[in-house]
């Protein structure tokens, strides 16, 4: 069973990077076809879809967030990590990671519990 957690700050200052990690155990996050990916809800707003690494290692980006967002890989640990640069309040959310089959926010079941990120000085 396939299983992720999301790890990193909860408090991030306008203008920094935010880094966030997801560890997924119980599968490798290069099994064919899946798409590792970044969804966030800020308060009161829907879920948006951020970003996604393959199962091949190409990436993905919403493009609004293109700009400043990268995804990245360490297979030997079986991880994926979100790197939001130039940071600002709007970017407060819970910020989840999942597994995916396309390019789309998945449905439950494949999520990790979320995190809660806030952009403040």
């Known amino acids: 069973q396939v299983q992720l957690q999301e790890s990193g700050p909860d408090l991030v200052k306008p203008s920094q990077t935010l880094s966030l990690t997801c560890t997924v155990s119980g599968g490798s996050i290069t099994t064919n076809y899946y798409y590792w990916t970044w969804i966030r809800q800020p308060p009161g707003k829907g879920l948006e879809w951020m970003g996604a690494i393959a199962y091949s290692g190409s990436t993905y980006y919403n493009p609004s967030l293109k700009s400043r967002t990268s995804i990245s890989r360490d297979t030997s640990k079986n991880q994926f990590t979100l790197q939001l640069s130039s940071v600002t309040p709007e970017d407060t959310a819970v910020y989840y990671c999942?597994?995916?089959?396309?390019?789309?926010?998945?449905?439950?079941?494949?999520w990790g519990q979320g995190t809660q990120v806030t952009v403040s000085s």
């Open positions: 999942a597994r995916a089959q396309g390019l789309s926010t998945p449905g439950d079941g494949y």
